[in-house]
Structure formats: structure tokens, C-alpha cells
């Protein structure tokens, strides 16, 4: 029982921060979040320990619990993901990890096209052709498609070899399974969207490092333009 609480705790106060309702600089007290939420001094300073670790706020002996400043926040943090994806920054965290999709899927493919293994080459062909069926019937917005697409991302990204981009999995899959919650993706995906991965896949399998960065450039940066248009959050959006 206590868990839950402090998971709700923590859900309900970061998501009110992240949200802006609660701004950086306010000053919060362990009494009034406990008079707040019904709960005993232990779980609310768990949860806070949570907020803390995200870096969302500080907390001071004789000072308080404060809200800080959104720079200090961990950005790849994936509670803080998904709680700007469910707030009014939604459209800001979505271009921002496509930004960050642009500037690293291309050279990732251009790293695994290099260094991959026979096994990770043969997996990516694989997981493409799952999308495409998947996709050609219908099922874009199918858990099953969502989980492939996911899957396909982060074996490019573990494929390039590098731990730092390697990293970047946990954020790439915030905004991929973010987008598909949101209902951002069809039912059917826009023409040439399920080839990109195909193609991709196949200059990574044939080790061809210049076609494979350059076709994930053409399309991170396809799918990046919608993302920044208003359109991508009031009418479906092509799938990643």
C-alpha cells in the first residue's frame, strides 16, 4: 500500500512541476505535502528522494523542499518523459527528442553498417520486414507495430558500437511509444515511411556505412518537419 502511494506521490507532484503548476523557486514543506496527499512523513520523503534524483527539486534543512530550475532537470530522465508528454510542454519534448533523433540515428547507422554483427545485421532486416507487414495490413497503431518500431530503433542505436549513443535508447523509445499513446501514428503509414527502414536495414546488412547515414538522415529529417508543424499533434503524424 505504502509503494503505491509513493508511486502516486511522485506521479502527481512531478507531473505538477513538469506541468509548470507548481513553477522553479516555489517552496514546498514535508507537513504541507503530507496534509496534501494523506500520507506519513516516510513516503513523502521517499517520494521527494525520487524528485530529487531527477533533479526537479532540492530539499534543505530549515529551507524547504524547493522547485528547480527546468535546466537542472534530468532530461533523459523517463518518468520526466512522460510527464511532459502528458503535459502542456508535449509539443516542446517532442521536438526536442526528434532534434536529438536527427543529430544521432544517422551517424548511429552509419557506425552499424561498420561495426555490427552478422547477428544485429540480420535482426534489423528482420524487425523492417515485420513493420512492413505489419503496416501493409493495417496495424500501425498495433502494439505489436509499436514494439517492432521500438525494437528496430534501439538495435540501430546498440549496433553503432558506442555506449553513448547506445544510451540514447531509453529517450528514442520515450518518444516513439509517447507518439503512439498520443495517437500521432495511423492506422496505415504514409507512402515510402515502412521502406525507410527497409532500405536502412539493407545498406546496414550490406555494410555500406555512406547509404546507410544517408538514408536515416532523409528520414529522421522527413519525419522531424512534422513533428515541428502544429500538424503532428492535431492529425496523425507518419510512423518513426
Do not use: C, K
Not at 6 to 21: C, K, N
Not at 85 to 96: I, S, T, V
Not at 212 to 226: D, P
Amino acid at each position: 500500500m505504502a509503494t503505491g502511494l509513493h508511486e502516486d506521490i511522485v506521479d502527481a507532484l512531478g507531473g505538477a512541476i513538469a506541468a509548470g503548476r507548481i513553477p522553479p523557486g516555489s517552496v514546498l514543506t514535508l507537513a504541507q505535502l503530507e496534509a496534501e496527499h494523506q500520507a506519513s512523513r516516510t513516503v513523502v520523503r521517499e517520494a521527494v528522494r525520487v524528485l530529487e534524483s531527477i533533479g526537479l527539486v532540492s530539499s534543505r534543512r530549515r529551507v524547504g523542499i524547493t522547485v528547480q530550475p527546468r535546466e537542472r532537470w534530468d532530461a533523459f530522465s523517463p518518468q520526466l518523459l512522460a510527464w511532459n508528454l502528458q503535459g502542456p510542454f508535449r509539443q516542446q519534448q517532442l521536438e526536442a527528442l526528434m532534434e536529438l533523433r536527427v543529430a544521432v540515428e544517422p551517424m548511429a547507422a552509419r557506425l552499424a553498417a561498420q561495426r555490427a554483427s552478422a547477428a544485429e545485421r540480420a535482426e534489423l532486416t528482420r524487425l523492417a520486414e515485420v513493420l512492413v507487414g505489419l503496416g501493409r495490413r493495417g496495424l500501425g497503431t498495433s502494439e505489436e507495430f509499436l514494439d517492432a518500431d521500438v525494437a528496430f530503433h534501439a538495435l540501430l542505436l546498440r549496433a553503432s558500437g558506442n555506449p553513448q549513443i547506445v544510451a540514447l535508447q531509453t529517450p528514442v523509445g520515450a518518444l516513439l511509444r509517447g507518439r503512439s499513446r498520443l495517437g500521432l501514428h495511423p492506422v496505415v503509414p504514409a507512402p515510402g515511411t515502412l521502406e525507410d527502414h527497409t532500405r536502412v536495414a539493407a545498406a546496414i546488412r550490406a555494410g555500406d556505412a555512406e547509404e546507410a547515414e544517408m538514408l536515416s538522415r532523409t528520414h529522421m529529417r522527413g519525419v522531424w518537419h512534422e513533428v515541428q508543424g502544429d500538424g503532428s499533434l492535431s492529425s496523425p503524424a507518419d510512423s518513426a
